[in-house]
Nanobody
């Protein structure tokens, strides 16, 4: 069984920084894309950033230049460094990973989410 567990959310003032972490565990053979999504109250879940195993990254326009995604493949962990936070970044942040397990089954997995609140 595969699990994704996020950590690092919290309350921060506008202009501040937070670092989110997401660790994947379980019967993992390989992980392709890992990424972060977020969902603000009353809004749909949206992509924040993704990273391939090879290190290619993709960002939402709204976070470019402020957020940085990175990963440690040896630890099956992805990070999201968030700087210059704005109140509109307030949301539940979800980790996502495209994982192949030891039975060679591939699918998307989601974490339970971590709340980020940015006060003005």
């Amino acid at each position: 069984q595969v699990q994704l567990v996020e950590s690092g959310g919290g309350l921060v003032q506008a202009g501040g920084s937070l670092r989110l972490s997401c660790a994947a565990s379980g019967r993992i053979l390989s992980i392709n894309v890992m990424g972060w999504y977020r969902q603000a109250p009353g809004k749909q879940r949206e992509l924040v950033a993704t990273s391939t195993r090879g290190g290619s990254t993709n960002y939402a326009d709204s976070v470019k230049g402020r957020f940085t995604i990175s990963r440690d493949n040896a630890k099956n962990t992805v990070y999201l460094q968030m700087n210059s936070l704005k109140p509109e970044d307030t949301a539940v942040y979800y980790c996502n990973a495209d994982i192949t397990d030891f039975d060679y089954r591939g699918r998307d997995y989601w974490g339970k989410g971590t709340l980020v609140t940015v006060s003005s």
